[in-house]
T-cell receptor, first 113, second 114 residues
């Protein structure tokens, strides 16, 4: 069965520090992988996606993620966090020919000045 | 271009009642998906519609139903509401319903069941 695991429920970092949010997936075929961000009271915004090709993908707001098939991981990174990055981050897995997404439980990011 | 709109934004209902939520996709988008978000269960897939046809359905009881109209607008209905149906209901639209196209999410409808 398809599943996504985000092992970190809550992460706190200082502004300017680097960030890595972990995501592991279980999927039988080549997955489509996504990272979304949700600010309080808002819907979800796509940060980046991976379908195939270069395993390091760049997204909006300075985020990047690396697909590692051997580790079934798709971790999100940012070299320097800004206070405005405080939000909840969701990793998701999808597939071709469908918009159905399986989401992880999310990681809440808190940023201290 | 206007984003995905959901109405109403907030709703309070009583157990046993039924509710209808509406989603208007981005103009030109033909695929609409619905998700339920709760603190306990997280984001769970409800339905996916493409060109008025339900393509996928999540693991929810039959009290949850939906439909899509010819203009791609979608509605979901929950009958015989239970306290556990209190959640943020999100809809998303995409151009073609193929997983490679970006989905755009609406702000959600916050349903409270008392």
């Amino acid at each position: 069965a398809q599943s996504v695991t985000q092992p970190d429920i809550h992460i706190t970092v200082s502004e300017g520090a680097s960030l890595e949010l972990r995501c592991n997936y279980s999927y039988g075929a080549t997955p489509y992988l996504f990272w979304y961000v949700q600010s309080p009271g808002q819907g979800l915004q796509l940060l980046l996606k991976y379908f195939s090709g270069d395993t390091l993908v760049q997204g909006i707001k300075g985020f990047e993620a690396e697909f590692k098939r051997s580790q079934s991981s798709f971790n999100l990174r940012k070299p320097s966090v800004h206070w405005s990055d405080a939000a909840e981050y969701f990793c998701a897995v999808g597939a071709r020919d469908t918009d159905k997404l399986i989401f992880g439980t999310g990681t809440r990011l808190q940023v201290f000045p | 271009k206007a984003g995905v709109t959901q109405t109403p934004r907030y709703l309070i209902k009583t157990r046993g009642q039924q509710v209808t939520l509406s989603c208007s996709p981005i103009s030109g988008h033909r695929s609409v998906s619905w998700y339920q978000q709760t603190p306990g269960q997280g984001l769970q897939f409800l339905f996916e519609y493409f060109s008025e046809t339900q393509r996928n359905k999540g693991n929810f009881p039959g009290r949850f139903s939906g439909r899509q109209f010819s203009n791609s607008r979608s509605e979901m209905n929950v009958s015989t509401l239970e306290l556990g149906d209190s959640a943020l209901y999100l809809c998303a639209s995409s151009l073609t319903g193929q997983g490679s196209y970006e989905q755009y999410f609406g702000p959600g409808t916050r349903l409270t069941v008392t």
